[in-house]
Each structure stands twice: as C-alpha cells, then as structure tokens.
C-alpha cells in the first residue's frame, strides 16, 4: 500500500487550482440512470470514488469513457436494476442509486453499505424516503429491495438533515407522479448542483438551496451535459495548506460563497484572506489565535473540513474546543495527531485542542479515513522532521493527487510505493 513522506519546514506559497467536487460529480453520475443515451460531464475529477462509481454504472448497463476530467456516460437498461455487495461495500455512496433505479424501472436491490470509518451512517432515511414515495421495500440478506408500479409524489418532512437522503429523494420524485415537497431538505452546493443537472435533462425542480424544494414529476427525462461545480473541500484543505505552514497560497478555480463559514473562522483566527469572483488567497501569518468550533449542515462549517482545521488549531495560541455536529465517530485522526505530539483531549463529540506552535514531531502515521489523511499531511507539513502517513488509499478517494500540487506549492512531500 502507498505511502505519502512528507518533510515539514517549508512555507507553502503560489498558486493552485482545484478540481471539480467528489460529492457532487457521485450523485449526478448516478443521476444519469435516470435518462437512456449519450451524458456528458466536465469537470470530473479523478478519483478512486469515480472510478468505483464507474463500475458500478457499468454493472447497471452503462457505457462510460474518460478523456481528462470529461466523462461521457451512455445509459441504456441494465438486465438487472442490482447494485452488488462487492462494488457497494467500496463506497458507500452508493446507496445513491437506489432512487434513479426505483424510479427509472420500478425496482431496485442495493446492497447495503455497510459502516465506515467515521460512524455507522445508516440509510433508514433513504428507506423511509422510498417507502413515502409509495414504493414497497424491505431489507433482506444485506440488500434493500425496493419496488413499486410507479412512485407517487409526497411530502417527505426529514426529521434529520441529510445530504444524501435529500438527493435520493430528488433522484426518485423526478419520475414520481404529482408533485413532492422535501422539507427540512440538505442546502449543500453539491446538492444544488444536482438539481442544475437534473433541471438540464428536463426535471422541473424549485427551491434548491433551501430548506423547502418542490418536485412536479415528469414522464420522462432527456441525456444532458453539465459542468461540475469547483471542490469545496479541496479548496478548503488548500487554502488550510497555506495556513498552516504561514505561507501565501491562492487558490483558484473555486467559488468563495461555498467557504464563507471556512474563511470567517480563519479570519477570526487573525489570518488575513483575500478573494476575486473565483479564488480565495491566505497571506502569511507568524501566528494565530485558538478558536472554538462546530460543524454543522451547510452553510455551517462542514464536517469535512473539522479534521484539517484541527490540524491548524494545534499550532494555535490558546486552547480551541472543536465540536463534531454531524458524524458520532469523526476523531480517529485525533490520536495520529497525538502521536505526532499534538495536545489533544478527545471526548465522545468534543476534542479539546491545547495548541502549541512548533509543537510537532515527525512520526509514521495511519490514515483511518479521507479527511483524516489530509489531515495529518497538514500536520506532517509543519511536523519537525519526516512524517509518512501510511493507508494512503483513503486520501486517493477523495483528493485529485493532493500530493503534487502541494508539491508545486513548495512541498517536500513525495508518495512512496509502500509494498
Ligand atoms: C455526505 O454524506 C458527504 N458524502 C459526506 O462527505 C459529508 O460528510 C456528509 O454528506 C455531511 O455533509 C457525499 O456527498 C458522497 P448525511 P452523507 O446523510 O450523505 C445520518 C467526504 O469526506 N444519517 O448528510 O452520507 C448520518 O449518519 C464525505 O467527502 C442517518 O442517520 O451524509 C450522519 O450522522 C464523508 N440516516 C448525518 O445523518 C440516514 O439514512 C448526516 O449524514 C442517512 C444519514
């Protein structure tokens, strides 16, 4: 398995841009099954999330193909609408195809996905969503079998905010006869981009981005191309990058409005920032102060940046108190961070970071998820001596070789076979 050795010491300064967003590219990728023929996606980053995605569109009857970051899907009808155990228990997101698939041909086995580093992440509210919709679904031997003639249009009111249970809930009312109100709906860019991509092949869709959004089915939808929107996360842990090492780093080819909460709380830490229409530059800072923290649902700040900031928060003047709103278990890299001599107190949703410039030492280290590898990368950026974070398929997941642009910043950082 792979390895990334990274150096600390160097202040990262240029330019760098991102790659379009994982988490939109995933659910708009099973958004095509919705409509037979030719879609055309640019701005696809590349990612091992993509390709398993990829497989399994296969496995439902597509044709895909890559040139650069554009990726042409050809959906036709699958023999059988089966989303399997060995290609679901790779990516969770998955679940993501049940709505396309119930709504497309009335039935619809996916294989459950089955827990993951960051907490038990069920899908009883994308059950439940089916179930509302009308269709009939029960869970047998770890699949969710879902059917129904055609599903009709209702009020989901979900009692707890969910990104892909508002996208699964989309996916399916789009075909749905009559109309659906998604209430207490996700207000995510990702799931906004969705909706653009499902409006583009003709779903007639109002009020996304809010916490209301009103679904009028349709007999059917058309093939449509679409540009996905920048990777807010990336863009985020980029910008962390520069922070970190009190280097100067622009990123480009982002959208600020979807790191306002990201860069209220640099600048509350006393980073200066400055922005254009589509970038954001961190300027270089001896140092800055703790901060408290909380994620929370968009526009919040997200739960996918909490292990990256922290990384930040442990070089910090002061004691931050960094609360996980989201995911019960979201601390596993707080013990790597410990190992590399960050102070840090986790309990159960709160870690309580004593901060402590200059505070790191190069260890070897194990990513346990995505986030938590770009977190340790920040730290090993900084870290006195060399840092190797072991396990590096997690970050290959979610991050477009993360390790070369860093690299292109100022970097010591290199990837290691780690057979
Ligand atoms: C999406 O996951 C993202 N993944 C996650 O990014 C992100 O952390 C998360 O939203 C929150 O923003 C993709 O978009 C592919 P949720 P999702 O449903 O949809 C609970 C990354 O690093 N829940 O909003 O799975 C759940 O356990 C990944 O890129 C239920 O209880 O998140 C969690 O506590 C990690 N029942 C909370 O809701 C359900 O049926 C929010 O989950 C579904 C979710």
């Given at each position: ?8 010491g160097r202040q990262l300064s ?228 520069g922070?970190?090492t009190g280097g100067n780093v ?34 270089p ?96 950026l900084i ?26 910043l100022g970097a ?8």
């Open positions: 398995m792979d390895a990334i050795v990274v150096t600390g240029g330019s760098v841009a991102t790659s379009g967003a994982k988490n939109a590219a995933l659910p708009i990728l099973f958004a095509t099954l919705l409509a037979d023929g030719d879609h055309v996606l640019e701005n696809v980053p590349a990612l091992r999330d993509i390709d398993s995605t990829e497989l399994l569109l296969r496995a439902l009857g597509c044709r895909t193909s890559r040139d650069g970051h554009s990726l042409n899907v050809n959906v036709s009808r699958p023999d059988e609408a089966l989303a399997p155990y060995d290609l679901v228990r790779k990516m969770r997101a998955s679940i993501l195809c049940l709505g396309p698939l119930l709504a497309r041909y009335g039935e619809a086995r996916v294989s459950l996905p089955g827990g993951c580093a960051i907490g038990t992440r069920p899908v009883d509210l994308h059950v439940d969503t089916m179930r509302r919709l009308g269709a009939d679904v029960s869970v047998e031997a770890g699949y969710v079998i879902a059917r129904a003639e055609r599903l009709k249009g209702a009020r989901i009111l979900f009692e707890k905010l969910t990104v892909g249970g508002t996208e699964n809930a989309l996916m399916a009312a789009v075909l749905a006869e009559g109309e659906t109100l998604i209430e207490n709906a996700a207000k995510e860019p990702e799931v906004v981009d969705l909706v653009h991509f499902l409006r583009a092949m003709g779903a007639k869709i109002e009020g996304e981005g809010t916490s209301v959004i009103s679904v009028t089915g349709v007999d059917a939808l058309e093939p449509a191309r679409h540009a996905v929107i920048p990777d807010r996360i990336e863009a985020g842990t980029l910008l962390l990058a922070a970190i622009r990123v480009t080819a982002c959208n600020p409005a979807h790191l306002e909460a990201l860069v209220a709380k640099l600048r509350e830490c006393g980073f200066d920032l400055a922005q254009g229409d589509d970038w954001l530059e961190v300027l800072a001896a140092a800055w102060n703790s901060t408290d923290l909380t994620t929370a649902p968009y526009p919040g700040f997200p739960t996918d940046l909490q292990a990256q900031f922290m990384a930040l928060m442990t070089q910090a003047s002061g004691t931050s108190v960094i609360t996980e709103g989201i995911f019960e278990n979201r601390f596993m890299h707080v013990q790597e961070l410990v190992r590399l001599g960050a102070d840090i107190t986790p309990m159960a949703l709160v870690a309580v970071v004593r901060g402590k410039r200059g505070g790191l030492s190069g260890a070897e280290v194990m990513a346990t998820d995505l986030r938590a590898s770009a977190s340790l990368i920040l730290a090993g870290a006195g001596g060399t840092t190797r974070v072991n396990r590096i398929y997690h970050l290959d997941r979610g991050y477009e070789h993360l390790e070369k642009k860093l690299a292109a010591d950082i290199r990837r290691v076979d780690g057979s």
